[in-house]
Nanobody
Framework: QVQLVESGGGSVQAGGSLGLSCAAS????????MGWFRQAPGKEREFVAA????????LYAGSVKGRFTISRDNAKLTVNLQMNSLKPEDTAVYYC??????????????????WGQGTQVTVSS
């Protein structure tokens, strides 16, 4: 089992910045990839960014590339998402996810075994 707890959500005006953090605990050694997804009201949960624990390889959705930065702290077992130049369309509940037993493209929800409870990000215009 892997437990994931997100923090750092909130409200900000367009153009502002927010940082999210995901604290992992449990059988974290079994996780290979950590991802961030988001879900806006009435929409499907979509991929935002992902990173490997080992080499720090990253992948971003086109809509956030250049504005968001994913990073990890192996010692603290945290994965962070720094979000800059936020837009109203970034408003969503953001979820942290861990890929352990499952495999597959990092961009797919089905590739992840464990999920956090989510944290709300609201960007006003």
């Amino acid at each position: 089992q892997v437990q994931l707890v997100e923090s750092g959500g909130g409200s900000v005006q367009a153009g502002g910045s927010l940082g999210l953090s995901c604290a992992a605990s449990g059988r974290t050694f079994s996780s290979r990839v950590m991802g961030w997804f988001r879900q806006a009201p009435g929409k499907e949960r979509e991929f935002v960014a992902a990173i490997t624990w080992s080499g720090g390889n990253t992948l971003y959705a086109g809509s956030v590339k250049g504005r968001f930065t994913i990073s990890r702290d192996n010692a603290k077992l945290t994965v962070n998402l720094q979000m800059n130049s936020l837009k109203p369309e970034d408003t969503a509940v953001y979820y942290c996810a861990a890929q352990t037993v499952r495999s597959g493209p990092w961009t797919l929800k089905s590739s992840y075994d464990y999920w956090g409870q989510g944290t709300q990000v609201t960007v006003s215009s």
